[in-house]
């Protein structure tokens, strides 16, 4: 996703699945599997928890910006993805590898588009 104010760090995560993206391809020959996990960031963390302690209310604005641009109105859990990360490490997995797994609640590109009633609901 690309954010206004957050310096180099998206460039920092395409280069991230780029290169697991290739290292996939140089270890998959040796039955190593190499999958990236793209988290929306979770509210239970550590820096989020650390954010909130400074300044609650600046803190709370922006994740609920963050929950806001999710197609299922909040952010994953810490345990939502260490789930994922178990799943992927199982032999059910088995057959991913040199891909980034979107674990972002749906993560949109609307940035915090306002939301309009669907008339038949």
């Not at 697991?20 to 391809?25: C, I």
């Not at 909130?52 to 994740?63: C, H, P, R, S």
Request: hydrophobic share 40%.
């Amino acid at each position: 996703m690309c954010y206004p104010n957050v310096g180099g760090f998206g460039p920092a995560c395409n280069a991230i699945e780029g290169f697991s993206k290739n290292l996939a391809a140089e270890l998959g020959l040796n039955g190593i599997r190499v999958i990236t996990i793209r988290s929306a960031g979770s509210p239970d963390s550590r820096p989020f928890q650390e954010a909130l302690d400074q300044n609650k209310e600046m803190a709370d604005t922006f994740i609920q910006k963050l929950v806001e641009d999710t197609m299922l109105n909040k952010l994953p859990s810490t345990k939502d993805i260490a789930n994922i990360a178990a799943f992927l490490a199982s032999s059910h997995a088995s057959a991913i590898t040199g891909v980034t797994v979107d674990a972002t609640s749906g993560t949109t590109s609307g940035l915090n588009a306002n939301k309009t009633p669907i008339a038949f609901i």
